[in-house]
């Protein structure tokens, strides 16, 4: 089974830049589908950006031209390159998996806290 583990959140002023990564275990990154996911309290979790096995990539239209998901099969990371960052952007961000097939099994992280002020 895949476990994921989040890095990398904290405290940041509007324009700062964060990058976040997400450690996975379990000896099948090459064959996982990954996103970037992020939730505000009392609201529902929302998908950032995504790589498919193929590093095929995209992204929410309020990101896309600031933030970079990536993907290191061999080290089995995954990390989201965050510029630019605004107010809105605030939020736990959670690194999500699912096993490339149709009924592929997936897996969530427990998240990390971004936080930007004006």
């Known amino acids: 089974q895949v476990q994921l583990v989040e890095s990398g959140g904290g405290l940041v002023q509007n324009g700062d830049s964060l990058t976040l990564s997400c450690a996975a275990s379990?000896?099948?990154?090459?064959?996982?589908?990954m996103a970037w996911y992020r939730q505000v309290v009392g609201k529902q979790r929302e998908l950032v950006a995504s790589?498919?096995?193929?590093?095929?990539?995209t992204y929410a239209d309020s990101v896309k031209d600031r933030f970079t998901i990536s993907r290191d099969n061999a080290k089995g990371t995954m990390a989201l390159q965050m510029d630019g960052l605004k107010p809105d952007d605030t939020g736990v961000y959670y690194c999500?998996?699912?096993?490339?097939?149709?009924?592929?099994?997936?897996?969530w992280g427990r998240g990390t806290q971004v936080t930007v002020s004006s």
């Open positions: 999500y998996a699912r096993f490339y097939t149709e009924y592929g099994s997936e897996y």
């Open positions: 790589v498919t096995t193929d590093s095929k990539t």
């Open positions: 379990g000896g099948i990154f090459d064959v996982l589908n």
